[in-house]
């Protein structure tokens, strides 16, 4: 199901260190997550 509370938006500018759990990947440089 999707859900409608997420976004697929990449975040600017950010400081922080972002751990996943394996389920992200790289797609023409794009982050994507839970993919």
């Known amino acids: 199901t ?3 509370d997420l976004q697929d938006v990449p ?3 950010v400081d ?3 751990f ?3 389920s992200s990947l790289l797609k023409q440089g794009v982050r994507k997550a839970g993919a």
């Open 2 to 4: 999707v859900r409608p």
């Open 11 to 13: 975040l600017k500018e």
């Open 20 to 22: 996943t759990d394996s």
């Open 16 to 18: 922080a260190t972002v």
